[in-house]
């Protein structure tokens, strides 16, 4: 097989992991706000990045969001299809009757220098089947990263996926040339990983995820200021993992839970959420009409109100296990809980402020500041990035409703007030579709 069909093949068998972004998901052009835009309120899709044209698409490389603005393309690719595994989820597996291809070690550390030589790409997300071992396959990944950071010198940032099983020597070793290292976790519970992932054990998983964690420690003890500008050193961007939603019956409560402990035990710097796709699944998984973005969108939205609002996931949940599909977290959250509402703008601190649906942190800095230089009123506020449609139910300045102060573009139906939540949802309430998919996005730092 010639080296231009081995990448197709390979960047194309990479598309399955939501940790890296992806080619196909950038050229839908949505995008969900995140940690470049701390200043957006979950909720916002903000206009995507001129999409990567097709003949790139074609060969993995897709443009990712950096932390502080702008976007550079990443090639993402696999180092091999092949795999001695069987996850019931993913297209790669054992019995899955798709083409197969892989690289050697130094071939795949060209290709990859080369396309950094020639301008093309400014970043590199490298996984693989598992080939023979989680040894042997780490072995290769980690030959494949040294060769690119020792003999072509390459500076960029590089993300390496770590595999299940692999020892800790070599997770140690794959950090010294990684920038960033993920370990997938994928199912939400044990019982789901036995039954849908046989080959892989919560223990395989987790004991990387450790000593990613451990290192992590010891490396921000050794030397704090890791991240230097023009050129990515060691682990700069920590470790990432991704969690499959819609392929078993855990619900959203189960999901955030874990993503909390993820984010707080093992010093996780971004969990991802991925639709199920069913269509490369093997026929034993659920038969979904189509993957449910909608419920990885509301996971994403939730995921940032406990990261950066001071939220914790079990306030987002009403009486069930399962977020309100047709709200963001964060109106459904004060849409249960008028009594906290309205906040007076003249008077609330950070963290009121960040409570009142379509203000996030950026614009509660911003109205502060306003506040402080005298400068707050219904003119400054109509100019900050909040969701007014959203917001002004939920606020007053001065003591007056700002609902009847600012006139919005949309037509206000009769009695819709906090008095009568069940009209303000009504209104409120999602019209549009989440078009698919999301955007995963921001994998890099600055
Ligand atoms: S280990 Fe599982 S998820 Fe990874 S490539 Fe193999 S079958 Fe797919």
């Given at each position: ?309 001071g ?29 906290f509402f309205?906040v007076e703008l003249?008077t609330a601190d950070f963290g009121q402020l960040l409570r009142v649906?379509?203000i996030?942190?950026?614009?509660a ?30 606020i ?51």
């Amino acid at each position: 097989m010639d080296h231009l069909s081995t990448l197709r093949i390979l960047s194309e068998a990479a598309d399955w992991d939501a940790v890296a972004p992806s080619p196909r998901i950038e050229s839908c052009g949505q995008t969900l706000i995140g940690e470049s835009a701390v200043n957006d309120e979950p909720g916002v899709a903000t206009p995507a990045q001129t999409p990567q044209v097709s003949e790139d698409a074609a060969y993995g490389i897709c443009r990712v969001k950096r932390l502080g603005g702008g976007s550079v393309p990443i090639l993402k690719v696999l180092l091999s299809n092949v795999c001695s595994y069987n996850c019931a989820y993913c297209v790669n597996r054992r019995s899955a009757n798709v083409r197969r291809a892989s690289f050697q070690p130094e071939e795949l550390a060209r290709t990859v220098a080369d396309f950094d030589a020639r301008g093309v790409i400014h970043g590199a997300f490298i996984s693989s089947g598992v080939l023979g071992s989680p040894d042997d396959t780490m072995e290769r990944l980690i030959w494949t990263a040294q060769t690119l950071r020792e003999r072509y010198v390459y500076k960029g940032y590089l993300h390496l996926k770590v595999i299940p099983g692999a020892s800790p020597e070599l997770v140690r070793l794959a950090m010294r040339y990684a920038t960033r290292v993920s370990v997938n976790i994928e199912l939400p519970s044990e019982e789901s990983l036995l039954r849908i992932a046989p080959d892989k054990s919560p223990d395989a998983i987790l004991t990387p995820m450790t000593t990613i964690a451990d290192q992590l420690c010891e490396l921000a003890e050794t030397n704090p200021q890791r991240t230097s500008s023009g050129s990515f050193s060691s682990m700069s961007a920590g470790q990432t993992t991704q969690l499959i939603v819609g392929a078993s019956p855990e619900s959203d409560a189960v999901i955030l839970g874990l993503a909390q402990h993820l984010y707080t035990r093992f010093n996780v710097r971004r969990v991802y959420y991925s639709a199920f796709r069913p269509e490369g699944a093997a026929p034993s998984l659920p038969h979904l009409a189509a993957p449910p973005y909608r419920r990885e969108f509301r996971l994403y939205q939730a995921d940032m109100l406990f990261r950066w609002y001071g939220f914790s996931p079990q306030e987002l949940f009403a009486s069930g296990e399962f977020l309100d599909e047709d709200l963001d977290p964060k109106t459904s959250w004060a849409l249960r809980n008028i009594e906290f509402f309205p906040v007076e703008l003249m008077t609330a601190d950070f963290g009121q402020l960040l409570r009142v649906p379509g203000i996030g942190p950026a614009s509660a800095q911003k109205i502060l500041a306003l506040r402080k230089a005298g400068r707050l009123n219904s003119s400054s506020l109509k100019k900050l990035r909040i969701r007014l449609k959203y917001a002004l139910w939920f606020i007053t300045l001065h003591g007056r409703s700002q609902a009847t102060e600012i006139q919005g573009p949309w037509e206000t139906p009769a009695h819709c007030t906090l008095d009568h939540p069940e009209i303000l949802r009504e209104f409120l309430k999602e019209k549009k579709p989440v078009p698919p998919p999301i955007n995963p996005e921001l994998d890099f730092l600055s």
